[in-house]
């Protein structure tokens, strides 16, 4: 029986295990042998893991635990603190996060795998795809960080793999919901793809009475989660925020109007929030303010002024979209072994590959309706990630959880593009003629 059960697993999952197994050696020894991670609880880092150590000595109200960041990373990070302390492993509560970040990020490979299959129908293409997005440099650098990205990307691949699985089953669809619902909040950015997810339970098959069902099966099990870290949040602010996270019209008054830095100081406490994209620019000026950072209203009403008193609000949003490949990334450590040339050369690796997706416009002429449908609804997902950062601050970081969907759809591109030789040829040049004009525009406009 054992024998028999062996020989029915198809090979490409034994090299499918080997690629994860090697993306996972890999990963512990980055992060625990060519990083100084010990040194790396610094600013975001290090105020997701106060906050959590707080709360483990009992800080459960204060405004600390609840103004600017989702509380819920910082709950999931207190959790593991209990377990830990329960354990008598306090001394190694750090290095269980890692861990735990390395572990999640093998297990998304699988389902990345999967998800892989469903596009290409090919298990070679399959694995060559799934063996460049396991070693993928950006994504093993943040292995090295306690930031929230390290649970809700794996999370969000999982429930694209089940959604794309078991679509037409509801209890399936039910579990997908609280997946992606621990993804958002978590990573509340990431709340607008919900919309692709329903969508594509409706449109996968004709649309009718049960997938109509179907959908609203999903959004049950998405909302129960966001409705009951609204329960426990409004709790702890004690009725002071509702919401998900209170940064968001910090966020939209920092992109409007580029400040370098928002402080935030009261009798309450002091808050401090900036963007890379405009910290240390003299161009950019400090924001200071009494009013809390989960003021919202506040904050969006002076973003809402910035837009009015600037009439080039809407071509100066879309140029600023370039910071998701060419800005600044926080957190930038240089004593990670290898960054300084890995990140950048990666960094423009994803370019030619976004630029490259172009082409499948000409590629899913060559596909059937189901599959066209699949690479629609994965592009949704960054679209969507776009769209929010157009209107809020866009970063190299938060391109970081549809990094998976570029690499899908890129080598989807890329094993597919043969036929359109000709066209691709003329679509290339045609992106180097508008790069080029583009840098020379930026070598001019300095020089002047």
Not at 47 to 60: E, I, L, Q, S, V
Not at 113 to 141: D, M, V
Not at 329 to 337: C, D, G, Q, V
């Amino acid at each position: 029986m054992p024998i028999k059960f062996f020989k029915d697993i198809p090979k490409s999952y034994y090299y499918l295990f080997l690629i994860v197994l090697i993306s996972f050696i890999a990963k512990l020894i980055y992060v625990f042998y060519f990083s100084d991670y010990k040194n790396y609880l610094v600013s975001d880092m290090g105020g997701y893991w106060a906050r959590a150590t707080n709360k483990f000595y009992g800080d459960t109200f204060s405004m600390n635990q609840w103004t600017a960041w989702s509380p819920s990373y910082h709950f999931y990070l207190f959790g593991i603190l209990k377990i830990l302390y329960f354990l008598n492993l306090s001394n190694y509560g750090l290095e269980v996060v890692l861990f735990l970040n390395i572990l999640y990020s093998a297990i998304s490979i699988f389902c990345f795998y999967f998800i892989a299959e469903h596009l290409f129908k090919n298990s070679f293409q399959s694995l060559i795809t799934t063996a460049c997005y396991a070693i993928s440099y950006p994504i093993t650098y943040l292995n090295i960080f306690v930031l929230s990205e390290n649970i809700s990307i794996p999370i969000v691949i999982m429930s694209v793999y089940l959604l794309l699985t078991y679509y037409e089953k509801k209890h399936m669809l039910f579990i997908t919901g609280l997946f992606l619902g621990i993804a958002v909040i978590i990573r509340p950015a990431l709340g607008l793809i919900g919309i692709s997810f329903f969508l594509y339970i409706l449109l996968v098959n004709k649309p009718s009475f049960y997938s109509t069902i179907r959908g609203f099966i999903f959004l049950a099990g998405y909302f129960i989660v966001i409705f009951l870290a609204l329960v426990e949040i409004t709790y702890i602010s004690k009725g002071e925020l509702k919401s998900l996270a209170g940064n968001g019209g910090v966020n939209f008054f920092i992109s409007q109007c580029k400040p370098s830095i928002v402080k935030s100081e009261n009798e309450r406490g002091s808050v401090h929030v900036g963007s890379p994209n405009y910290y240390g620019d003299p161009n950019c000026k400090e924001f200071l303010t009494d009013h809390p950072i989960h003021d919202q209203k506040y904050f969006y009403k002076l973003g809402l002024e910035c837009i009015k008193n600037n009439p080039n609000y809407w071509v100066e949003n879309f140029i600023n979209l370039k910071a998701f490949f060419t800005g600044p990334l926080f957190p930038s450590l240089l004593s990670a072994r290898g960054f300084t040339f890995l990140m950048p050369f990666s960094n423009y690796l994803l370019l030619f590959m976004s630029l490259t997706l172009g082409l499948l416009f000409w590629v899913k002429r060559d596909l059937n309706n189901d599959e066209n449908k699949k690479i629609f609804f994965l592009l949704s997902i960054p679209a969507l990630t776009v769209f929010v950062s157009y209107f809020y601050i866009p970063e190299q970081r938060y391109l970081f959880p549809v990094y998976f969907v570029i690499y899908l759809l890129f080598f989807l591109v890329f094993f597919n593009i043969e036929k359109h030789m000709k066209t691709a040829m003329i679509y290339s040049i045609t992106i180097i003629v508008i790069n080029l004009s583009y840098i020379s525009y930026i070598w001019i406009k300095h020089l002047l």
